[in-house]
């Protein structure tokens, strides 16, 4: 997903070349529940790199208890 809606990793290459040209000190927030599979969350920050960017932040939510 990107800003809610699904996306191929194609688009999301896409769409992380077009925030490098905009914006090349862009920082990537990725979110991910507890679902997420994590070699599907580094697949998508290998991508970023992969288009130049390099500054990454992670949202988590806290546990209920």
Known sequence: FLNKQEVTLDELKGAFGR???DDPEATVVISADTKA????VIEV????RGEGLSNFAVNVER???
């Open 19 to 21: 925030l490098k040209v």
């Open 37 to 40: 599979e994590h070699g599907k």
């Open 45 to 48: 920050m290998d991508l970023a």
């Open 63 to 65: 546990r209920q208890e």
